[in-house]
């Protein structure tokens, strides 16, 4: 089983926090994407020999500013290799104020979408320079359901600054109350190079502290478990067992290509990142050389550290057996993760208690 991640990095503008490879929405830029992802696809296609796609994911950016036409391109090029039936989880990244045919990109096989929601108030979402507001975000995820859209995820972010217990209550409450069947919360990190971090100072003063985001995070699960939501990661939700396939796949080590600039790989072996610039990337593919410009190989050791921290992030945990031998170092560093009441181990499954949920990044550096 592998994945496909495409990046398609067309955005009308950059939200301030946003450090996602981005670029203006000009049609000629479409063009010249669309035949960069066809010339890409021939390149793996070798390796992709005797696989079997479980999941495909168009990123952004705003991948609904390339086009249907353009997006079941991609899928009959993919198509034309791969049976790609109603059991591959196709998903699309969208924003709510998308002029979108639902029924087009249902009619070419997307079969999830994925609305930037971000906050249910104004006020919020100006601070964060969206382009969209909470009438509109209701109004999308409704027309999507009605156009025959059964999965639909939407992401809301917490630790925001103005935001206040109530307003992030009053999120979580219109958010469960729409047809959706998974959420993901992002607390809002400042990253470099964005237009947040130029004024991070001025920010982080008007931002939650650190108690009332750990309160932020706990009214999440509780109001989304006591709306029909299982927890199964760190950040997602889901109800009627409808996780995303596709994160599911990263956390748990699932070989995944990714096409575009700026997209990421991993074949098991190695892990790769492709330039992050649309017209170089395009102008190596035409002169048939590969637009990979970064890439590791990790020790089976390295990589076996990597994949427990990271199957750490589900609920569910990680089997310990899977991951025989273990070496001492390793072992050691679990033993004081679970005296220090972060992980639980049970029969080998070591998994996160309700405390190392709030500090998995201490978990995770520990184990790598």
Same mark, same amino acid.
Do not use: C, M
């Given at each position: 089983m592998v994945s496909l991640y495409i990046h398609i990095p067309f955005c009308k503008k950059k939200c301030p926090y946003c450090h996602f490879y981005v670029i203006a929405d000009k049609e000629c830029f479409k063009d010249e994407l669309l035949i960069g992802l066809q010339l890409e696809w021939q390149r793996i296609l070798p390796q992709l020999a005797g696989k079997t796609i479980d999941t495909i994911y168009f990123g952004g950016g705003t991948p609904t500013l390339f086009g249907v036409k353009r997006i /079941? /391109?991609? +899928?009959? +090029? &993919?198509? #034309?290799?791969? =049976?790609?039936? %109603?059991?591959? !989880? &196709?998903? &699309?990244?969208?924003? %709510?104020? !998308?002029?979108?045919?639902?029924? #087009?990109? =249902?009619?070419?096989?997307?079969?999830?979408l994925s609305f930037g929601i971000q906050s249910l108030h104004e006020n919020e979402l100006a601070i964060l320079g969206r382009g969209h507001s909470p009438k509109e975000s209701l109004h999308a995820v409704h027309s999507a359901h009605s156009a025959g859209f059964d999965n639909i995820t939407i992401d809301l972010m917490y630790d925001l600054p103005e935001q206040t217990l109530a307003s992030w209550q009053k999120s979580l409450k219109r958010a469960a109350q729409l047809p959706i069947t998974h959420l993901s919360l992002y607390n809002l990190t400042i990253e470099p190079h964005t237009a947040f971090e130029r004024k991070e100072k001025a920010l982080r003063q008007k931002m939650p502290d650190e108690e009332s985001s750990v309160k932020m995070y706990s009214m999440a699960q509780e109001h989304l478990l006591a709306h029909g939501f299982c927890q199964y990661e760190i950040s997602a939700f889901c109800r009627d067992n409808l996780y995303s396939r596709h994160n599911i796949g990263?956390?748990?080590? =699932?070989?995944?290509?990714? +096409?575009? %600039? #700026? #997209?990421f790989s991993f074949d098991g072996e190695r892990r790769f990142r492709n330039v992050a610039n649309l017209l170089r990337y395009c102008k190596q593919l035409l002169a048939g050389t590969t637009p990979i410009d970064f890439a590791e190989s990790l020790s089976p050791q390295k990589q076996k550290k990597e994949l427990l921290a990271l199957q750490l992030r589900l609920m !569910?945990? /990680?089997?310990?057996?899977?991951?025989? %031998?273990? !070496?001492d170092e390793t072992l050691k560093a679990i033993n004081q993760l679970v005296d220090s009441g972060l992980l639980q181990v049970n029969n080998d499954q070591v998994q996160m208690t309700s405390r190392g949920i709030l500090f998995y990044d201490t978990i995770a550096t520990e184990i790598i």
């Open positions: /079941a /391109a991609v +899928l009959e +090029l &993919i198509q #034309s290799h791969f =049976r790609i039936g %109603p059991e591959v !989880e &196709i998903t &699309i990244e969208t924003n %709510p104020e !998308e002029p979108i045919d639902y029924k #087009s990109l =249902r009619a070419h096989g997307i079969n999830r990263y956390w748990t080590g =699932r070989h995944f290509f990714g +096409l575009g %600039p #700026s #997209s !569910e945990g /990680a089997d310990l057996k899977r991951f025989q %031998p273990i !070496e």
